[in-house]
């Protein structure tokens, strides 16, 4: 989490440029290097999903040169949304962290803290999915459960056990930007975690509500990732610095 921070602070922003490459194997190649090379000043983190690069037969070689050619302090969270019991937990983590070399992770919390656990090594950033961006999320995540003699949505109630079963690991939440009213529910059941949010671009979201509803106090604790729209822009350095320009406008300290 220090070196996130670290380069929130030093890149002045809350941008997670995602890495969904789209295109022949040959056209990839050549695009990740420029999108890398004409969006890291305004990146927090990158974020590539790792579904696109295993849709190729070489994706794990690309996946593994696509992070090594990231400057080494920006974080890379590999989006897997990993879930599975813990033996098998382990591997995915040794695949994330030692095969290929990212920073952090997404993580499914279905299975349970022992399904997450593996991913939480000392140092590394670990991304619980809470409250996704896709619409159906709302028919098992915006579930009421009772909890401590009320009643919580799902996607709230998760976060919160997170952070009890496991107090040693930092967890941050995957919080879509497509229901604003949702993250702000989150927002209020974990006050401190950091999220990660998808949804702002290709998907719609709306960033001004996202972001009202989304930081914390100290106008931090969001990173917005955007992956289409930043893939696809005719200039994809001049994207990324607006959409990380518009997030600042909204980042008023109210601590
Ligand atoms: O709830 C979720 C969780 C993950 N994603 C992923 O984020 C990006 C979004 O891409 P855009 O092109 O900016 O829409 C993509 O990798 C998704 O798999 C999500 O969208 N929603």
């Known amino acids: 989490m220090q070196q996130l921070i670290t380069r929130v602070h030093s890149a002045n922003s809350l941008l997670c440029v995602g890495l969904d490459p789209i295109g022949t194997d040959a056209e990839v190649v050549v695009r990740l290097r420029q999108v890398v090379a004409e969006t890291h000043t305004y990146a927090a983190a990158f974020k590539p999903n790792l579904a696109f690069f295993l849709s190729r037969e070489a994706g794990v070689a690309l996946l593994k040169s696509t992070i090594q050619g990231i400057p080494a302090d920006i974080p890379v969270i590999l989006d897997g949304k990993f879930g599975d019991i813990a033996n098998t937990a382990d591997h995915y983590a040794r695949f994330a962290y030692d095969v290929v070399g990212a920073h952090g992770v997404t ?66 939440l995957v919080v879509g930007a497509t229901e604003p009213a949702a993250m702000a529910r989150v927002r209020a059941a974990c006050p401190r975690q950091w999220f990660l949010v998808p949804g702002i671009g290709a998907q719609g979201g709306d960033l ?43 980042r008023v300290v109210r601590a």
């Open 208 to 250: 001004a509500a996202t972001l009202k509803a989304g930081l914390r106090k100290d106008g931090s604790g969001v990173l917005i990732n955007a992956s289409r729209s930043i893939w696809q822009a005719a200039d994809a350095g001049k994207a990324a610095q607006e959409l990380r320009d518009q997030i600042n406008e909204f």
């Open 107 to 172: 993580v499914n919390p279905y299975m349970g803290d022992d399904a997450i656990r593996p991913f939480a090594r000392p140092g590394k950033l670990v991304f619980s999915l809470a409250k996704t961006s896709n619409k159906p999320a709302h028919n098992l995540q915006d579930q009421a459960l009772a909890h401590g003699g009320h009643l919580s949505d799902l996607a709230a109630q998760v976060a919160r056990q997170l952070d009890e079963e496991l107090p040693e690991a930092i967890i941050g």
